[in-house]
């Protein structure tokens, strides 16, 4: 069952019944197969077709009416295309490679391209890394569902709402599992002026001094109460909510770690919220929900498995114009707009001297890009 975001929304599902009702379905094709019926024809009464389109079907469909007789029986690789192949798909690739030879063309298709080799490397680490760790297998069956997480939208004349990263998540696991992995570059800001002081490390982050937060999706807050200090943030919105004035609505809150995704009941492609450091509202759209099957990593530990790094552009620093920015730097007179942003070189080498000691009167705030997070 799938729909996309484009503002298709689908009734409600509940997910606990989504996996019995399929649960069944499967246990009684099975069963009907023990018994010495096909399995294709158990499945074409359940989708009250005949057996007459089954066998149709199976023909059209199948693999060998995909070959003409004349395929080697040897598989052939070409590191370059043979001269003598005169297609006209390969004449537009060998022009396409031809101009690829350009770096500065061989840069603005890879900016321009639909996936990124980043985003492949990335997924296949995090896959990596996860085998080798002890392995759980996966219980079974169980759901997938894909849920897509998108960056705190920021009014703005050309502002749009654009996806971050998409997680397929077990039924079994809990919301604090999910939450666990969205990354925002506002969980890793350092508050403060670092000027007088640039190599001071020791700094808690954003995330481990304020670990509140809820996702809200159908009328219900789940909040994160794991530690005793969280606030739970529904709490006067529910109240404010309830007041005559603004249609006394009736909310409900939860706790999140005590939720599991087979508890909830969704709608594909409905924009939910997520919610953290008091006002960084992230959308969140779950657009998909299926059974898990072959192709999916069947270790535990794998989940939630990243399936897509979207690609961004890096800010970089306004010095080099080749660093990463890491810095940003307000009220000096050595650069040409407040903010400026810098890398850690260009920050040494412009706003201090060689005793280390700042250059005029600024403040330096540590810039984390969305890009690099």
């Known amino acids: 069952m799938e729909t996309s975001s484009d503002f298709q929304v689908s009734e409600l599902i509940n997910v606990g019944n989504f996996i019995n009702e399929w649960d069944d379905t499967a246990r009684s094709c099975c069963q009907k197969l023990v018994e010495g019926t096909n399995q294709q024809y158990a499945l074409a009464r359940r989708m009250n077709i005949t057996e007459e389109t089954v066998d149709e079907l199976t ?43 350009d770096f500065g063309y061989k840069q603005m298709v890879a900016r321009n391209m639909k996936y990124s080799l980043s985003e492949n490397i990335k997924c296949s680490d995090h896959r990596q890394e996860v085998m080798t760790k002890t392995k759980s297998p996966v219980l079974c069956p169980n759901i997938v569902l894909t849920v897509c997480v998108h960056r705190p939208y920021i009014p703005g004349p050309y502002s749009k709402l654009r996806q971050d990263d998409t997680f397929l998540v077990l039924g079994t696991q809990k919301l604090t599992e999910l939450r666990d992995v969205v990354t925002c570059v506002s969980d890793l800001s350092v508050a403060g002026d670092f000027s007088d002081n640039p190599d001071l490390t020791a700094i808690s982050s954003a995330k481990d001094i304020f670990k509140s937060g809820f996702f809200f999706m159908e009328g219900i807050f789940y909040d994160d109460m794991r530690d005793p200090l969280n606030i739970r943030y529904s709490k006067e919105i529910i109240e404010w909510a309830s007041e005559p004035s603004h249609g006394q609505n009736t909310y409900v809150a939860k706790n999140m770690e005590d939720t599991r995704f087979s508890d909830l009941t969704v709608r594909l492609g409905q924009p939910y919220l997520y919610m953290h450091q008091g006002n960084c509202e992230h959308i969140i759209i779950i657009s998909d929900i299926r059974l898990l099957h072959s192709s999916d990593p069947h270790e535990l530990q794998s989940y939630p498995f990243k399936v897509l790094n979207n690609r961004t552009r890096r800010t970089v620093c306004r010095a080099c114009m080749t660093g990463t920015a890491r810095w940003m730097v307000e009220k000096s007179h050595l650069t040409p707009d407040s903010p400026n942003f810098l890398c850690n070189v260009c920050f040494k080498m412009l706003l201090y001297d060689k005793n280390n000691k700042k250059i005029g009167n600024f403040e330096a705030k540590k810039f984390f890009d969305s890009a690099v997070k």
């Open 59 to 101: 023909d059209v469909c199948s693999v060998d009416a995909l070959l003409t007789g004349k395929e080697p029986q040897k598989e052939t690789l070409y590191k370059q295309i043979p001269e003598d192949l005169d297609l006209y798909c390969t004449r537009f690739q060998k022009y396409e490679l031809e101009r690829r030879k």
